[in-house]
Each structure stands twice: as C-alpha cells, then as structure tokens.
C-alpha cells in the first residue's frame, strides 16, 4: 500500500441532513424517458448466468437489490431476461410440474423471457419519447421490461415497469401477454386446474 495516500477525513458531528439531490427531480408521466433509463455505458448491466438455479438467483437478486437481470450464456451472449417475479410466480411451480421436476432443480433459463420475445427501442431517439409513451409500450407488449439498443445492434440499456413505478411513486400492472401457442394452452389450463379446485 506504499503507493496510495491516505484521504484527509472529516468528522460527522456538524452533519444533520442527507442529500438527495439526485433523488429530489420531481418526475410525471409527460418527463422524458431519458430519465428513467438504466444506461450499460453509465451502470454495469445485473448479469446472471442462464444455468444458475431458481433459489440461488433470488438470493443473488435479493442480496443485490435488483429486480432484475440480463441472462447471458457461457461465452457472455445474450439470452434474455429475468426477473424476481419471474422466479417467484405461479410459473415456476407450473414448469416444474410440467417438465417432472423440482421447483429447486429449474434454472433461469427454464423461466427468463427469452430475447425472441422481447422488443427493444432504439437508444439513440429515446429522447423523442415521454415516460408515459414507454409506460404504454410496455403496457402493449405485456412485459415488464424493454430494451435499448445502440445502432450496432449492441444492448445499451433497459428500462423496467418497476423503475418507472419508483420515478412516479405510483403502483403499475402490466399484464404479461403469451407469446407463444404453448404459453397460451399453458395459462389456459393453469386456469381450469385452478378452477377445479375451488
């Protein structure tokens, strides 16, 4: 440690308040999408690895304080997405009752929101958009999350359901939609399952 200074501190009697400055903008639905970005040149992106099993990712997201994160492969690819959610819902239980399976033995890439599912916006016009007009794009693909990307087709940044709640400090439902026939026959017969029971 020979080459390191050691910094000059200040006692913390005289403190009485915490800033917030990043904190106190006042943002509504009309403020520029800009400002609730999560931009991957600003901010590491929460990446997590597609064979990391169900209880393990929920800790490491609970432990990191995120909702979510970008599920990549071996070689560090893209593979989707995932979120706390995603790993707590009725669905697991269902792909794990459908594949014959534990719900500890399922990983996040039995559960995340694959790339071919998802939609992105392009990074470089964000600015031409309002938080409500991501809200509604949201609201229309039936996810929580949509993706930025940069004109090399690379992921720039995301933008979630959830960071918007906290911006507006109200409550949002977005109703995820099936993408797929099998997801479809899925939440239908999850349905009659259910109503069977009761």
């Not at 509504?28 to 999560?38: F, G, L």
């Not at 393990?56 to 893209?78: P, T």
């Not at 269902?94 to 694959?114: C, F, P, T, W, Y």
């Not at 507006?168 to 939440?187: S, Y």
């Amino acid at each position: 440690m020979a080459n390191f200074r050691v910094i000059e501190t200040i006692s913390l009697n005289n403190v009485q308040s915490i800033s917030n400055l990043c904190g106190n903008q006042a943002f509504d639905i009309s403020s520029n999408a800009s400002h609730i970005v999560t931009d991957f040149s600003q901010k590491r992106p929460q990446l997590i690895e597609k064979d990391v099993l169900v209880d393990q990712a929920l800790y490491m997201m609970k432990m990191g304080h995120v909702r979510s994160k970008i599920v990549i492969d071996h070689d560090e690819n893209f593979m989707g997405v995932i979120s706390s959610s995603d790993l707590s819902s009725y669905k697991v239980l269902h792909i794990a009752q459908l594949r014959n399976v534990s719900r500890g033995d399922l990983s996040v890439e039995n559960l995340m929101l694959k790339k071919d599912e998802m939609r992105a916006i392009d990074f470089a016009k964000i600015n031409n958009y309002t938080i409500g007009d991501v809200l509604a794009t949201l609201k229309n693909l039936g996810q929580q999350h949509v993706l930025l990307i940069d004109k090399e087709h690379t992921l720039r940044g995301l933008i979630s359901a959830s960071d918007i709640a906290r911006a507006l400090h109200i409550p949002i439902n977005i109703n995820e939609k099936a993408h797929t026939f099998k997801e479809i026959f899925d939440v239908v017969f999850a349905q009659l399952e259910k109503n069977k029971t009761t």
